[in-house]
């Protein structure tokens, strides 16, 4: 359900949720998008089990986004697309228990995938700035610890969002208008969260990579130069780091596919929460209905395409 419903007068219905049209095609789209997210996603756990090779501390990171997306796939498409159903008897019927069980697994797959995002940039840049402190420093028991950092932190952002008073739907408004909240409230937690876990990390994610093409930069001209040597250890760490080009290609792909996916979606909420006549809800046509559609189904598209993005970029 779309937030500019949320943030009208109840009795009033927007042209989107008047459209069985469009709610019929989200549904069918969401359905979709749950298979192939989940087959994706499951594919990704899977080869990493299995192969040998993937049994590192980096991949384990990737490994941990997979999960978070699992969950989109498994979880909240399937629900969301449940509560389409123009079934006005079924909408009166959601257990509160429900709804909040939604907003929970929806705050804490996108607090999840966001927070592992901006550690890969930071693991990316020192295994980059400094490869042979990375592999004494990055094992196996210190990725684990990280990543349960970062389920820790994504369940107590999921656990505060899932509270009555929280002002939270769900980041993906998984429970639509289901979980009854104040308008004011729905306003503050919107722009935290717009803030805390979009904006700032991904501010944090651009300025790592940045520091880290300049490394890139400054490693290409010495390897042009000749700089590093020809002995064995020096032309172990040249295919070292041109391996280490390979794997930042493809996350910075998994980055740019991120922003794309969530910053339309973010930068639209915020601008319907702090400037309501930016559309004319009485007067909308048929592209504004298309428009929102996309971008409200956008940020779904993101946890498909991250194990696709895998298996073409990943030969690390």
């Known amino acids: 359900m779309l937030v500019m419903y949320n943030i009208t007068n109840q009795n009033e219905t927007s042209t989107w949720t008047d459209s069985d049209e469009f709610q019929f095609a989200e549904q069918n789209i969401l359905i979709i998008l749950a298979i192939f997210t989940f087959l994706g996603n499951t594919f990704v756990l899977v080869a990493t089990w299995r192969e040998e090779s993937l049994h590192q501390p980096n991949k384990y990171f990737v490994v941990c986004l997979a999960i978070a997306d699992l969950l989109v796939g498994m979880i909240l498409e399937p629900l969301k697309a449940y509560h389409l159903n123009p079934d006005l008897e079924l909408k009166d019927t959601t257990y509160i228990h429900l709804c ?32 042979l402190q990375y592999r004494v420093r990055m094992t196996t028991s210190k990725s684990m610890k990280i990543i349960f950092i970062i389920w820790l932190i994504s369940t107590v952002f999921a656990t505060y969002a899932a509270t009555p008073h929280s002002g939270s739907r769900g980041i993906l408004e998984t429970s639509g208008v289901y979980c009854p909240v104040d308008e004011n ?26 520091l880290i093409f300049v490394v890139v930069h400054k ?18 760490q040249r295919s ?28 639209y909420v915020l601008l319907l929460f702090y400037n309501p006549n930016f559309i004319n809800l009485d007067n909308e046509s048929y592209n504004v209905d298309v428009a929102e559609l996309i971008i409200f189904l956008l940020p779904h598209v993101n946890s498909l395409c991250n194990p696709i993005i895998y298996a073409c970029l990943d030969q690390t």
């Open 185 to 210: 409230d729905e306003k503050r937690f919107y722009t935290f969260v717009s803030v805390s876990a979009f904006f700032l990390p991904t501010l944090v994610i651009l300025v790592m990579y940045t």
């Open 240 to 267: 070292a780091f041109l391996q280490d080009l390979k794997a930042l290609r493809m996350l910075v792909v998994v980055v740019g596919v991120f922003v794309l996916c969530w910053g339309p979606y973010f930068i």
């Open 100 to 131: 909040r069980f939604m907003v929970w697994i929806d705050t804490f797959a996108l607090a999840a995938s966001i927070y592992t995002l901006t550690f890969i940039s930071f693991e990316r840049f020192i295994k980059i700035r400094k490869p």
């Open 219 to 236: 490693r290409q001209k010495m390897l042009r130069n000749g700089e590093l040597g020809q002995t064995c250890y020096d032309r172990n």
